[in-house]
């Protein structure tokens, strides 16, 4: 199989390094593709977003290594949009104004019902426990389903080629709030199962959370995968890098469960569209 790397941050957001770095470390690693996937511009505050004053230098610079380095290496232009109800631009107008190969969504900020203030998952603990207790007085159960609801309502409303990290949620639990075997979390499970089958989304299997060693498991993980194989929905395999060195991180690993599982293929963006590969 190929090696590939779709999600990836620059120094654009909360990456390391410059994008042609990456570019270079890919393909001394024998990447086939390299997609740069910066986390879109919010009108929220946040440490890790774009810019909206560099995503034209944005764009322009990933296109230009497009070109540059075409002989070497496919090189994608694409972005991590945060889907955030009422506050977030439409998926598509992103896709048509800046020309992207494809778009990975993600909820990183997650709306309670009646604040106006955002629950950041996947930061610092003591965020996630301080937003857990004042935004949803502790009710860890409310918000999960909150945070499946909004992703849920992504792949409705947005439809992105690439459905992120699709259980993240798990990540600053580590047990203490809930168990990923109660009825509750599964039907959630389940319920975003259903959507991503019908609208043909793509799963990612991000690795990010084992080799930064901020979760023991992929995200997501054994049942959801299972379920994935099980209903034909189709997956890739991201290192969701922040640095060059992490490229690949964990890819190997991840294919080989993911064929344990039972996959036989995985979908990669190769010559401008998704399609299937021998895993
Ligand atoms: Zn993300
Ligand atoms: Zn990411």
New binding site residues.
Partial sequence: MTYFSY?THSSYCDGKENPEDYIKQGILQGLRAIGFSS?APIPVATAWAMKTSNIDSYIQEINQLKEKYKNEIEVYLSL?LDYIPGVSKSFSEWKKNYGLDYT?G?V?LVKAESEEELWFL?GPDTNYTIGLQKLFKGDIKKAVTAYFKQVIEMIETQSPDVV??VD?VKMNNKGRYFSETDEWYIHLLDKSLDVIEKAGSIVEV?TRGIYKKKSDKLFPDDYFLKQCHKRNIDVTISS?AHHPKELLCYFEETRNYLKLIGFESVTVFHKGEWIIENI
């Fill in positions: 999600h986390h991590e990975i993600s990183h996947d992120g990290h993240k991000n969701d």
